[in-house]
C-alpha cells in the first residue's frame, strides 16, 4: 500500500493564507465591496502591534469572507482563486517546498487540507503536484455562492485524512504529517511521523510534550528542535 504524507496549506508551504489573499483581491476586483476590509484591519493591526494573536485576526477574516462571499458568482470565484494561485504558486517555504520533492520521489500519495476555499486550494496544489487536495467546500446555487457546506467534514482535518485513506487504499505505515496550528493536531496524531512547522504557540506546547520535531523557517536558516 502506498505511504501518504499530508500538508496543511497555509502557513505551512504557501508565506501567507489563501484565504486572505483570495479575499483582498476579490475586494480589489469590486466582487466584494471596498468596506469589506474594515471589518478586519483593526484586527490585522492588533496582530502587528503583537497585542492580538494571528488567529483572532484570521477569525474575524474568515467571518468577512462568510459574510460576503454569499451571492458571488461561482465563475468569478474561480477565475479570481485561479489568478490568486497562480501568482502565489512559488511563494513557498524551502523546507516543505523541498519536503514535496523527496516524498514525491519517494513515490508519496501527497494529500493536502486546508481551512481555504475548496477550487483555490485545488489549484493551488495542481501546481505542486498533489494527489489530492480538500478545503472549504462552498454551497452554490443558480451558478452563485450561497454559503459554506455545513456537514462536519469542513473543519475536521483527521476525518479529511481518514476518507483520502479509505478512497485511495492507502497506508499510515511510514506516514508523515506538517501543520502549523492546533487545529491540525488530530491528523498530526494519526501519521507516523509528525512535523510541526513553525507552529504557533498551542501547537508547540503540545509538541513539546509529545515530543514531536519542531521545525521553524526564518529567511534563509531552517531551525530544527
Given at each position: 500500500?502506498?505511504?501518504i504524507a499530508i500538508f496543511d496549506i497555509d502557513g505551512t508551504i504557501f508565506r501567507s493564507s489563501l484565504l486572505i489573499e483570495l479575499t483582498d483581491v476579490l475586494i480589489q476586483e469590486g466582487i466584494f465591496p471596498v468596506g469589506a476590509g474594515d471589518n478586519y484591519i483593526k484586527a490585522y493591526q492588533r496582530w502587528l502591534d503583537r497585542e492580538g494573536t494571528y488567529?483572532?485576526?484570521l477569525q474575524v477574516f474568515v467571518s468577512t469572507f462568510e459574510n460576503y462571499v454569499k451571492?458571488?458568482?461561482h465563475e468569478d470565484f474561480v477565475r479570481v482563486g485561479n489568478r490568486v494561485?497562480?501568482?502565489h504558486k512559488s511563494r513557498l517555504y524551502l523546507y516543505t517546498r523541498d519536503?514535496?520533492?523527496q516524498l514525491r520521489q519517494k513515490n508519496y500519495y501527497l494529500l493536502a487540507i486546508s481551512h481555504s476555499p475548496d477550487d483555490?486550494?485545488?489549484e493551488f496544489c495542481r501546481y505542486l503536484k498533489f494527489n489530492k487536495a480538500y478545503g472549504w467546500r462552498m454551497k452554490f446555487k443558480?451558478?452563485?455562492?450561497?454559503?459554506a457546506i455545513d456537514d462536519g467534514f469542513n473543519h475536521n482535518k483527521a476525518f479529511m485524512l481518514k476518507q483520502a485513506i479509505l478512497e485511495n487504499n492507502l497506508?499510515?505505515?511510514?506516514?508523515?504529517?506538517?501543520g502549523d496550528t492546533e487545529s491540525d493536531i488530530p491528523f498530526l496524531k494519526m501519521v507516523e511521523k509528525p512535523i510541526c512547522f513553525n507552529p504557533n504557540q498551542k501547537l508547540y506546547s503540545y509538541a513539546k510534550r509529545a515530543g514531536w520535531p519542531i521545525v521553524v523557517e526564518r529567511k534563509d536558516v531552517i531551525y530544527r528542535f
Open positions: 500500500m502506498q505511504k488567529e483572532e485576526y451571492g458571488v458568482r494561485a497562480a501568482f519536503l514535496i520533492l483555490i486550494v485545488k443558480d451558478g452563485k455562492v450561497i454559503g497506508s499510515l505505515l511510514g506516514s508523515i504529517g506538517v
